[in-house]
């Protein structure tokens, strides 16, 4: 706030030097009379000190007034005190209206903060358990493989996971389903060094990293999608989904999680829990 503050004073200073031109000279002519005047008296005050001899007063008003900047006239003065209450008005006025009502008309941050109370309790109390395990043929329907070819063989188990990401994850899960409906699913998790090095021979489509360079070996990453109607719903092309990948993104990074849809190569399922020193390479973590 205080950033905003400075900067548009500023701003508002250099917009009146352009549009009073005179005032920015008398603000120069100023400058360098307060100048030469402060240079004068720090010698004369040097001179006193060391000499120790009385001045004549005359002669130290005649020295005075050869460097006395000319009083300002009094249309420069109209003109400063204006260009001042122009400039203070509008955060004055910003700020008595903030105080009163909310500035963002039809805005409701009650859901919000709701979403937000929720994950700080979640985060700091109730210890989460994964959900049981999902019949094995879900994960081989046409429609998925036609996505995700090498979804078969990839580990779901939630004891592979590191145990902080694991609850982050759930705490996803929950309010996914209770706020907007969307029941997850866990595509895929833990990813061996292996596994890794065999995904990335598939080309960048697949991944780019190799093993190690991918949080998945850490149980710190997860591939996720939805369910609907008893059946895996992995497309983006898919408007539900599509909906359903945003808003968990949107959950995902509330709680503390990089989401793979903020990257340059999407991956709109993907999320992950960054640790220091954990990946030896940061270009890419899917």
Request: hydrophobic share 45%; glycine share 6%.
């Amino acid at each position: 706030m205080t950033y905003l503050i400075i900067s548009y004073l500023l701003a508002c200073f250099v917009l009146m030097l352009v549009f009073f031109p005179s005032l920015k000279d008398v603000l120069v002519y100023k400058s360098i009379g307060f100048w030469v005047i402060s240079r004068r008296d720090a010698y004369i005050w040097w001179y006193k000190l060391t000499h120790r001899n009385r001045m004549q007063q005359g002669d130290d008003g005649a020295k005075a007034s050869s460097f006395r900047a000319e009083a300002p006239s009094q249309e420069y003065m109209v003109l400063l005190l204006l260009a001042l209450c122009l400039t203070a008005l509008p955060p004055l006025l910003v700020w008595s209206v903030a105080e009163k009502n909310n500035i963002l008309d039809g805005f409701d941050d009650s859901q919000m903060r709701e979403s937000n109370d929720q994950i700080i309790t979640l985060l700091s109390g109730e210890k989460l358990v994964p959900p049981p395990a999902l019949p094995p043929e879900i994960f081989s329907t046409q429609d998925v493989l036609l996505v995700r070819p090498a979804l078969v063989d990839a580990s779901r188990d939630w004891i592979l996971f590191d145990d902080s990401f694991s609850q982050h994850l759930l705490i996803v899960f929950k309010i996914m389903r209770e706020q907007y409906g969307y029941e997850m699913a866990l595509l895929e998790g833990y990813r061996s060094p292996e596994r890794q090095n065999a995904l990335a021979n598939l080309g960048s489509s697949v991944t780019n990293a190799k093993a190690y360079q991918s949080y998945h070996q850490f149980g710190l990453a997860a591939d996720c999608a939805f369910k609907r109607n008893g059946k895996l719903v992995v497309s983006e092309k898919d408007p539900w989904a599509m909906r359903g990948y945003q808003l968990y993104g949107e959950v995902a990074k509330s709680v503390g999680l990089t989401w793979g849809g903020d990257w340059t190569m999407m991956d709109f399922g993907h999320v992950e829990l960054r640790k220091p020193s954990t990946v030896k390479h940061q270009f890419s973590k899917r």
